[in-house]
């Protein structure tokens, strides 16, 4: 089943690609450039990635400070009108074969965390482009308090099973005081799991 998934996603992966050509990179970067001065770009761009073959996107406001009253002080002279834009890419966008996720909304305020581990590192490891692991998007090269491992010279798999101890180094309650897309996930499984110490997802 793993392996179907994976060579569907990879030959839907290269037909995307054979079907971006020069133009359609030059408008993306066009578009991402022009995005931040005009909401209605976000329109633009969703049609763009729908005419190229993308099947499913994901709306979300950029995350430009480790504060969520900053955050938001930035979405705020726009957040009316680019929320109306999202729903719009919704309403008329989607279909059976382009999926449309509207994630924008506003950030938390606060971003402190109480807890020690975070079980979320374990579902959500990304892999870097440095071929660095690190336990989610947010934390993404932040290689002073975001990083469990590296993949250089070993299998993913490898990687995976050597040393548990690496997935406890991050300590949210003193290295996450930013914005974290798993907050309320990791919550949910540490009340559900309800134990002071570490288990291994
Ligand atoms: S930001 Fe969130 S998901 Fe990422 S390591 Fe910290 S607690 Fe985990």
Redo the contacts with the bound molecule.
Sequence with gaps: MIKNFIQNYTQNLITLLQNIDKNSIEQIINILEQCQKDDAKIYQFSKLMKSIGVDSIKLSGCVVANDGKENNKYHKPFYEEAKKICQKVKDELEDNSFEVFDSYHYLEDKFE?D?TW????QI?PVIGADLNI??????AYNLEN?LIGSIKDISFKEFWYNDKNKFFK?N?SK??Q??????GK?QMILDYLDVEHLGFV
Excluded: R
């Design positions: 965390k807890y975070c079980p979320y590192s959500l690190y336990p989610c998007q947010d934390k975001g991050i949210p290295d996450c930013n914005h974290c897309v798993a907050n990791n």
